[in-house]
């Protein structure tokens, strides 16, 4: 029995596996199965494709093969950088961090806390945005690692940090980034933004999931989470996962050609979707700044209607959407970055996140128009009144 189809409109809790990745990745699942540290020839030739990937992903954001280092997943990247950060510096004792933070920044940070280390979780704007003048005030003698994200994973809201990362280096102190949702649909150039360690997930690029990456800028000091057999030039212990590492590696290659489709057709594909929920369904609002926004995310509040509700008679019409990261799903507890924004428990809990991708059409979109309207209605309906 076929499958029916699916509208999928959550590309930033995960992305379809492109075709072309697939096939780059099955020879080293079929015939090139081999240890890549090994020393015959059956080894290196994995090995060398690894080394191929590396330099694929270092492309996608300018920076040099060698400053790469392939982890599990954007999380581990994450806690990996906080990490080094504290335990090359000792006499640092000291985190800031935003309030809108990915869970594997924020629930790492607060794990820290526990441990006697002193953070810094910055708030935002109404409309998600941060404040620089705040952020450079924060910074105090002992911080060692201040870790802001480029893109907000729930509302798209782009923060400046290059003009961060400009703050932090003046203040002599280290810059992260948490890049995961960008690949893709931002020009990605680390050299310019002059961060110290940025962190990218595979799965958000069409590449499977299982692989990410940790830049360290040459020069930074830096000391491993996973400690083990002196791979990775001894920076991240465990052996390669070398056919998601190479599908990472074609992804790239991908990300960097898809992104003018990104910024023009999803784009405009994504404002189509945001301007007819706006204009044509009653007591709906936006989450979160217009601009600065990624091109494919519109968080948009239902008043008077639970994300819940509105979730499973989407899915029941084969649409996917959430109602936030994908990592918190199951949660009683309303967005952290909704009510970090200042929006009541009610509306963070009536809010649906669409993110968008390059497979999606003007059809699918039409879909969604097809039947949101008329779900919305149902569930105003059928809600108790006072």
């Not at 798209?156 to 948490?178: Q, S």
């Not at 979160?288 to 091109?295: H, I, N, S, T, Y």
Request: proline share 5%; hydrophobic share 40%.
């Amino acid at each position: 029995m076929s499958q029916p189809p699916i509208y999928y409109f959550d590309n930033n809790a995960t992305t379809r596996v492109a075709p072309e990745v697939v096939d780059a990745m099955m020879p080293f699942l079929r015939e090139q199965w081999g240890n890549p540290s090994s020393t015959y020839a059956f080894g290196r030739q994995v090995g060398e494709a690894v080394d191929r990937a590396r330099g694929q992903v270092a492309a996608l954001i300018n920076v040099e093969p060698r400053e790469v280092i392939f982890t599990s997943c954007g999380t581990e990247s994450n806690n990996s950088a906080i990490h080094s950060a504290l335990v090359t510096q000792p006499e640092k004792r000291h985190v800031l961090t935003t309030a809108v933070e990915h869970s594997a920044n924020t629930k790492f940070c607060a794990l820290l806390q526990k441990r006697g280390y002193a953070v810094t979780f910055l708030p935002v704007a109404a409309d998600g945005t941060l404040d620089l003048e705040l952020l450079e005030r924060s910074i105090l003698p002992d911080t060692a690692i201040v870790s802001v994200m480029w893109a907000n994973n729930e509302t798209g809201v782009l923060f400046p940090v290059r003009e961060a990362a400009a703050i932090c280096h003046r203040k002599g102190v280290l810059f992260h980034t948490d890049a995961v949702q960008t690949p893709g649909k931002l020009k990605i150039d680390v050299r310019e933004l002059d961060a110290d360690c940025l962190s990218l997930s595979a799965h958000k690029l069409h590449a499977p999931k299982g692989v990410g990456l940790l830049y360290v800028k040459r020069r930074v000091k830096y000391q491993p989470l996973i400690v083990g057999g002196g791979q990775e030039r001894g920076r991240r212990g465990g052996t390669e996962n070398v056919a998601n590492i190479v599908a990472f590696g074609r992804a790239a290659e991908l990300a960097i050609a898809s992104l003018d489709d990104e910024n023009t057709r999803v784009r405009a594909l994504r404002d189509k979707l945001e301007n007819g929920i706006l204009t044509g369904i009653p007591g709906t609002s936006r989450n979160g700044a217009q601009e600065p926004r990624l091109p494919n995310t519109s968080n948009i509040a239902f008043e008077g209607v639970e994300a819940e509700g509105i979730l499973m008679l989407l899915d029941q019409a084969g649409i996917c959407a959430s109602s936030g990261s994908a990592c918190t799903t199951g949660s009683l507890d309303p967005s952290h970055v909704l009510t970090a924004m200042g929006c009541s428990v009610a509306r963070a809990r009536s809010s649906i996140r669409f993110s968008l991708g390059i497979y999606n059409t003007e059809a699918e979109v039409d879909y969604v128009m097809q039947y949101l309207p008329g779900i919305i209605a149902k569930l105003r309906a059928s809600a108790p009144v006072g």
